[in-house]
């Protein structure tokens, strides 16, 4: 195995990590119907149970992303979690709260009432997906920062990575690119929440307004996603030169793309799988298999987002204040040994999708009732 | 106070806050798992409606705890951002391993164990139960794998052209999975958790006893908690003679600043309380020999010759060296890229000090010695209270084992009182283990000063605030909903 190999590999792995994760936010998605005004107490509960039942798969899944990008490309970690730090703190706080609130939300003696915490859920729902999505729509629009190698041996100033906005990170607020994925992937959310909520709830009415659901927010995520899309393909990229450098390129991501048929594939077929989930989920009566395609679909189209950052000569993370500190897979990865360490535990994850997928088939046979909700003691 | 400080502040208190909640997690993990078998095994519905109970209690304390740990993983990155690159190629591995191997199996059995029970069969469950369990200590011995190595940074090797540690070899890895430190603290720790798990329930089921309720559940279930917490109580004694032993060798000042002994030698005393002393005792606890040298903080400082004959620098000297080094490592990477030969003279210069670089960073030689005060007497309540927790688990487990329980009001209370005890039993190992390193976060190579992110001091000390609010929140709510579902009871009948 060569270094440039696993580089390339753990970059692979990320982009899977990254890919279920954003998928796995179907439980953020799931949370916002928690404030829809349509919906009764009891739809709530059956809410709150459904996504319940998942969400530790969700967050799992973000801090094994985190822990993957942290292993296998440290720079990156340092310098965009030290950097942008009121983004990641912000984040923190809503997965703080989504944690606690599934426990707290109907005991008795929850000091806030079971309201607040729903509400604390459902913003989670909103800004965990907005705030990922702006996140890694800075792959494309830069970042200020600036890296510097040489300062650890400077006992005066011994940081290698300093952020240059003050805004440490909600700058990325004012990038409208970047803020179009971030709204792209809370209405895709939530509609993966509410195909979720179609198979999770066997409740006739209930699905019936979790179509509508869908119905309303699908012409948003494509008008979003694709504007989104059209931008990335015309704007200019971050090309890395043989020698390592990085320049500006113009239309540098359409190129990625039509140089890269593993991308094409994974986008034309994420984006069919994911068109066919919203069929069944807005325009069938019955069908429940909606949700499934469209979580393939998801995971699809982000590998290949993350595939059209990073591949094909791209700097994956790239720095408006100093072109030349901007991250790519090559710069910013841990060693040869540590990459090929993790490449041998990483062929242990088949076997931990396969348990995953087991015990869920096991749980979900049966959709949750509101009978179900009334007589167990074993819920939220 | 300034920026390395507020954000110092803001990690211990994350990590005692969760470490709040990992140590009942994993003993009630055993305790539940315990109960479930025995209702497997005898078919008897009382043990499912039992281990129903103590799992109920386990959810609550279980939610906190995931909430804390993830502030952790990314306040590695948020507030040590140099500490992130110069060893993320060693740090970050046990991390991804320990979410691959140990979270997703966390995070799926307990879905299972808390909502299955109607959903899948008995031995489902119960394997899911365990496995629960199982997970959250696999998780602990990765995260100790990781903490292990920062107390004794093995198989790594200072790369000059990434500025940063590196793994030496493949095989180098294992050096760091079955690092001694790291598996004396996974014993450790894990056997504390089954001690604080023990207390717990056996406190609970004396407080059921003390208002007359739940008797038979009380009685069984103190049986069953105080027989875990007993074997959690030896094990952790026995871990903690190993700990003792590795900080000898491999973080003398902090075991020096423990014992609060400033000149060592052989037959070093052990200070029970100051001015109370067991003469010899030290080399025996530290080295396994009565003749054994154990440096105090002045031999550290000035230097000594350690029970392997190898002459150790005085920190001044260490200092100079990691300056030098330094130097060296500046004018090499100044040089590489136009003059190479020139680069390569002060290269292997800096081969010659690189393993005193983390000292060059260091200001003056007592800016290694830790908080001594606070870190002795954190060592003396942490012994201290463990024995009496000690003790109180062996009664508990006398008068269950036979029968002896009724009107030992008395004990009921003693019990009660131990469940704060115990807490802050952990709390001061915690800070025996943390403080005591003091001031590096990687021992000998990176001290904390030089670890952090550029951040601004007011950004740090704000987000420490907020986090503190949220914490303190939490653990209100958290100690309310716990006591509410204590009150309640496992409600079983008791014809």
Excluded at chain 1, 314 to 319: D, F, L, R, V
Excluded at chain 2, 208 to 226: D, N, P, Q, T, W
Excluded at chain 2, 257 to 284: H, K, T, Y
Excluded at chain 2, 469 to 480: D, M, N, Q, S, T
């Amino acid at each position: 195995m060569t270094y440039t190999f696993l580089q390339n590999y753990w970059w692979v792995l990320v982009s899977l990590l990254g890919g279920l994760l954003v998928a796995l936010m179907f439980v953020q998605g799931a949370n916002v119907q928690l404030i829809n005004p349509r919906l009764d107490q009891m739809r709530k509960r059956m809410v709150l149970n459904a996504s319940g039942r998942k969400w530790e798969l969700t967050f799992t899944t973000l801090v094994t992303f985190g822990g993957a990008f942290f292993a296998s490309f440290p720079l990156f970690y340092s310098t965009s979690f030290g950097g942008a730090y009121w983004v990641w703190v912000l984040l923190l706080i809503t997965f703080v709260f989504q944690a606690v609130s599934y426990e707290f939300a109907y005991k008795k003696k929850n000091l806030l009432g079971s309201k607040f915490f729903r509400l604390a859920l459902a913003a989670n729902g909103v800004l965990a997906p907005f705030l990922v999505g702006t996140a890694v729509g800075t792959f494309f629009t830069g970042s200020d920062f600036y890296v510097n190698k040489d300062a650890i041996a400077d006992a005066s100033s011994p940081v290698i990575s300093t952020w240059g906005s003050g805004w440490h990170g909600l700058e990325a607020l004012g990038q409208g690119h970047a803020v179009l994925l971030g709204l792209t992937l809370v209405t895709l959310t939530t509609i993966l929440g509410a195909l979720y909520l179609i198979k999770a709830v066997d409740d006739h009415s209930f699905r019936k307004k979790m179509r509508k659901v869908v119905r309303i927010v699908a012409i948003p995520f494509l008008v979003l996603f694709l504007t989104w899309f059209a931008i990335l393909l015309f704007k200019n990229g971050y090309a890395v030169e043989a020698d390592g450098s990085v320049s500006i390129e113009r239309s540098k991501y359409l190129q990625n793309f039509l140089q890269t048929p593993a991308v094409m594939f994974l986008v034309m077929a994420g984006v069919t799988l994911l068109v066919t989930g919203l069929h069944f989920g807005a325009l069938t009566k019955s069908h429940r298999k909606g949700f499934w395609c469209a979580f393939a679909g998801t995971v699809l189209v982000v590998i290949a987002v993350f595939f059209l950052a990073g591949f094909n000569g791209t700097a994956y993370y790239p720095s408006n204040t100093h072109l030349q500190s901007s991250l790519t897979i090559r710069n910013s990865s841990s060693s040869y040994f540590t990459l090929k360490v993790m490449f041998w535990v990483s062929l242990i994850i088949p076997f931990v999708v396969a348990y995953i997928a087991y015990a869920w088939y096991k749980m979900d046979r049966h959709g949750i009732t509101d009978r179900e909700i009334e007589k167990t003691t074993h819920k939220y | 106070m300034d920026l390395v400080t507020w954000s110092r502040l803001q990690f211990a208190m994350t990590a005692a806050y969760h470490w709040l909640f990992v140590p009942l997690t994993l003993g009630l993990a055993l305790i539940m798992a315990i109960m479930e078998t025995l209702y497997v095994v005898k078919k008897d519905d009382f043990w499912r409606k039992a281990a129903q109970f103590w799992i109920k209690v386990f959810a609550i304390n279980f939610a906190v705890g995931i909430a804390t740990g993830i502030i952790l993983e990314f306040e590695f990155g948020t507030n040590w951002s140099n500490y992130s690159w110069f060893v993320g190629d060693m740090f970050g591995a046990p991390l991804a391993i320990e979410g691959i191997l140990a979270f997703f199996m966390e995070a799926t059995f307990f879905a299972v164990m808390f909502f299955g029970w109607n959903k899948v069969s008995k031995r489902f469950h119960l394997a899911s139960t365990w496995l629960t369990g199982i997970g959250a200590t696999i998780s602990a011995y990765w995260i100790l794998v990781a903490n292990g190595w920062m107390q004794n940074p093995v198989g790594t090797t200072f790369n000059p052209d990434t500025v940063r540690s590196e793994m030496a070899s493949a095989q180098a890895f294992w050096e760091v999975v079955t690092n001694p430190v790291a598996v004396s603290k996974f014993f450790h720790s894990v056997t504390s958790g089954w001690m604080t798990g023990g207390v717990f329930v056996v406190a609970v089921s004396g407080w059921y006893l003390l208002k007359g309720r739940e008797k038979v559940f009380a009685k069984k279930s103190m049986l069953i908690g105080a027989l875990v917490g007993l074997a959690g109580s030896a094990l952790v004694m026995l871990s903690g003679d190993s700990s003792g032993v590795h900080a000898t060798e491999f973080q003398p000042m902090k075991l020096a600043a423990a014992e609060g002994l400033e000149d060592g030698g052989r037959r070093a005393p052990f200070s029970l309380v100051p001015g109370v002393e067991i003469p010899g005792m030290l080399s025996i606890l530290a080295t396994h020999d009565l003749d054994g040298y154990v440096p105090g903080i002045n031999d550290i400082l000035n230097g000594y010759t350690d029970n392997d004959g190898n002459v150790i620098p005085s920190v001044a000297e260490k200092m100079a060296r990691g300056r030098k080094a330094l130097d060296d490592l500046a004018a090499y990477r100044d040089l590489r890229e136009e003059f190479p030969d020139s680069a390569a003279v002060f290269r292997a210069a800096l081969e010659e000090n690189v393993q005193y670089m983390g000292y060059g960073h260091l200001e003056k030689p007592e800016d290694v010695v830790p908080p001594v005060g606070m870190v002795y007497w954190a060592f003396r309540f942490m012994v201290g209270l463990g024995m009496l927790l000690a003790l109180m688990l062996l009664l508990a487990t006398l008068f269950a084992w036979k029968d002896k329980l009724e009107g030992k009001k008395w004990f009921f209370i003693f019990a009660l009182i131990c469940i704060p005890l115990v807490y802050i039993c952990g709390q001061c190992g915690w800070i025996v283990a943390e403080v005591g390193r003091q001031p590096w976060t990687i021992q000998g190579l990176l001290p904390v000063n030089v670890a952090i992110s550029s951040l601004s001091a007011g950004a740090v000390k704000t987000t420490f605030f907020l986090f503190l609010a949220i914490f303190a929140l939490f653990l209100v709510i958290e100690i309310r909903i716990m006591l509410g579902a204590i009150k309640k009871g496992p409600q079983i009948s008791e014809e």
